[in-house]
């Protein structure tokens, strides 16, 4: 995506298949042949698999300013540390029942008072630092709230109220991470909560709009689905699901190409919006489904004949007999075709 102050655009790049845990059983090994999946493959979680494909986005060189994760990703505090690690920012969607410190808590492995109970090994808080919920910070006094302008929206401009406190958090054994706990109040007074690992002397202007950035990895998501056919995959083998986001990859970032290159060729004029008389500050941006039908336009459909639509027709029936003496034969059943 581009700089902040810019028009971002997204699009999808790479792709990992989750595959529950149950399928890696001994007794599932013929089924795993069978599907094609890579004997190599292991187990891994969602937050495993997607903290494998952001390796590989910075492995490759590809230049992105933040990680923009959903509440089920941003919990994980196993990945914000990976992410942290890495010097990689993000802005991490978390639950309302988060906890935080609001001051920085010593953790360490307790010393054993004299004469009670085992000795402990494993690190712990050990400060009289009380932990509190995200929804607990946003009603404190002394968190305080502004109102931003974020950005112009199909439905008008994104006008939210935003706050951030410097915050502490504590996962497991590891050592405290210093994040910023980043609240936005919509207009329906639902408060919505991330946390960053930001440089402290980010301003709040910036924070806001990290927190509005998510809502575009779902807008790809839909025009995965709905334009470059992600909704149609119906595949038994694992190759067939490669190739398919490969071809999913391409489209997407195809649409999104001819977005930026229509966007340098054709900037919107705000003149224009004002003599149409809309009542809006600029036009709207080139959309996949404008893409489509530019598409449409220069690659036309051809017309089939009577011989040729039945041709294909007849093609379409053969290949699906063959598909079904296939399925019959690898699952042993009896069959005798014409």
């Known amino acids: 995506m581009r700089n902040h102050r810019e028009e971002t655009q997204w699009t999808w790049i790479d792709g990992e298949l989750f595959l529950p845990e149950a399928c890696f059983k001994r007794e599932r090994a013929k089924e795993r042949r069978r599907s094609g999946i890579p004997p190599d493959r292991k ?45 990689l920012t ?68 994104l006008r939210d109220e935003f706050s951030a406190r410097r915050v502490w958090t504590v996962e497991k054994e590891s050592q405290p ?42 807008v790809a998501n839909r025009e995965a689905k709905t334009e470059a056919g992600w909704d149609q995959l119906r595949a038994q083998k694992y190759l067939a699901w490669e190739h398919h986001l490969a071809l999913t990859c391409l489209a997407t970032w195809f649409i999104t190409e001819t977005k930026m290159d229509w966007q ?35 690659l036309p459909l051809p017309q089939l004949t009577v011989k040729s639509a039945t041709d294909l027709v007849i093609e379409h029936l053969l290949n699906r007999t063959r598909s079904r003496k296939s399925r019959l034969k690898t699952f042993g059943h009896k069959h005798s075709l014409p």
Request: charged share 30%; aromatic share 6%; net charge positive.
């Open 177 to 218: 991470l210093e994040e910023w706990l980043v609240m936005r109040r919509d207009e329906q007074g639902q408060i919505h909560y991330a946390l960053s690992n930001a440089p402290a002397e980010t301003s709040l202007e910036r924070l806001a709009w990290g927190k509005c950035q998510r809502v575009f990895i779902e």
């Open 264 to 298: 340098s060729r054709h900037p919107r004029d705000p003149q224009l919006a004002e003599e149409l008389g809309l009542e809006v500050e600029e036009l709207p941006a080139l959309s996949a489904a404008n893409v489509r039908e530019l598409l449409r336009a220069v």
């Open 90 to 157: 993000y802005l991490a969607d978390v639950p309302v029942s988060t906890q935080v410190y609001l001051t920085e808590p010593v953790v360490a492995v307790p010393t054993k008072p004299s004469g009670q109970g085992r000795r402990a090994v494993k690190p712990r808080v050990v400060s009289r630092d009380h932990p509190l919920e995200a929804r607990a910070v946003a009603a404190l006094p002394e968190t305080k709230w502004t109102r931003l302008e974020v950005r112009n929206t199909e439905r008008g401009k």
């Open 43 to 87: 187990f891994a979680t969602k937050i495993e698999l997607g903290w494998r494909m952001i390796e590989r986005v910075q492995g490759e060189g590809l230049p992105f300013e933040l990680v923009a994760c959903d509440r089920f990703s941003g919990r994980s505090g196993w990945l914000r540390r990976k992410m942290n690690a890495a010097s």
